[in-house]
């Protein structure tokens, strides 16, 4: 690959999502979107004469194609892994969409050929790459709120029709935990820089048989706990507190927010300042996960530090520990 040409990029499925990492990839100068792959007739035709790409017959000829630099693996959850072990036993980059796989074990199956072929390969969460959570990271690491103790976020609401058989079918990997609390859960993993070593929770289920609201707690080794309520059928105020010991930062919206403020304490009950923060966030925030993968590539890395592998494997962990404890397994487990 020459890394100073433009990247080129292949992508397997053609949902939704697939469309928006579609038009980031299109706003990337260093990128260059050039065919997709659909096992729905007619699907990637339609996407191909889109974004004016080409249409790869198969997934396997996609992979197949010498002129591909990184494939995105768009497909919903239960596919994940398979379609990553047919691009990387194929020697291709991944970006692989959240979550990164159902389990940790497929997580670690991918990780382990992705080092044994020397692929990059990198778990979607584009929110990891945003200019306002970066920012709330470096107000925690300043000492502004004192030391961080404790994290209580909300996240939760109707989901759109479109998205709604997916979130509710159990052998498409269906839930809220797959599928919006990783959103929580790798955002407190990121500030803190650190992962659970105590776990407890619980969720209820809907008719289908997912889990369709849940709660979590966790403690960490440096004692800092958190605290965190989703759903995808019940509307919740989507934020983000987080507590020091001389104050605290209130996130609305922390998930994609572009405003969030800052009040001081100083150890007292009585907030004696505020301190209001607008951080511009680009409409498509997956710009910035884009241009990471471009990064790392470019530097022949073969992973990000902002997202390592080994932390997608320990968040799968994290999920498949709260399954166990309510007893939910998916068909195909």
């Not at 292949?10 to 990492?21: D, H, P, R, S, T």
């Not at 929110?127 to 502004?144: H, N």
């Not at 987080?242 to 927010?257: E, K, V």
Request: negative net charge; glycine residues 8%.
């Amino acid at each position: 690959m020459n890394t100073q040409s433009k990247i080129k990029w292949g992508i397997i499925g053609a949902g939704i999502i697939a469309n928006k990492l579609a038009e980031a990839l299109q706003l990337d100068p260093d990128s260059e979107l050039v065919a997709v792959a659909s096992r729905t007739p007619g699907k990637a035709d339609a996407f191909a004469a889109k974004y004016s790409i080409r249409a790869a017959d198969s997934y396997e000829a996609l992979v197949q194609d010498p002129g591909i630099d990184v494939v995105y693996i768009a497909t919903t959850h239960n596919f994940h892994h398979e379609n990553a072990m047919l691009a990387l036993r194929h020697g291709k980059n991944l970006l692989v969409e959240k979550a990164f796989t159902v389990n940790a074990r497929q997580a670690r199956e991918m990780v382990d050929l992705a080092r044994q072929n020397n692929c990059f390969m990198m778990e979607a969460i584009w929110t990891r790459f945003l200019p306002s959570i970066g920012q709330v990271k470096e107000l925690v690491a300043s000492g502004r709120i004192g030391q961080l103790r404790h994290l209580s976020l909300t996240f939760g609401g109707f989901v759109p029709e479109h998205f709604r058989t997916r979130l509710i079918t159990p052998e498409l990997a269906g839930g809220v935990t797959l599928d919006m609390g990783i959103y929580p859960i790798s955002f407190i993993c990121h500030v803190l820089e650190e992962l659970p070593s105590e776990i407890k929770s619980m969720a209820r289920f809907g008719d289908t048989g997912v889990d369709e609201l849940a709660t979590y707690q966790f403690r960490f080794p440096s004692g800092r706990t958190a605290v965190v309520s989703t759903s995808h059928n019940l509307l919740m105020k989507t934020e983000a507190m987080l507590y020091g010991t001389l104050g605290y930062i209130d996130f609305p919206r922390f998930q994609q927010g572009q405003e969030f403020s800052l009040a001081i304490h100083n150890g007292s009950n009585q907030v004696q300042e505020v301190e209001s923060f607008v951080v511009e966030n680009h409409p498509n925030g997956f710009i910035y996960q884009v241009a990471e993968v471009v990064r790392c590539l470019r530097a022949g890395k073969l992973e990000s530090n902002i997202i390592p592998l080994d932390e997608s494997v320990a968040i799968m962990e994290v999920m498949d520990r709260m399954r166990a404890e309510w007893g939910f397994k998916y068909p195909f487990e």
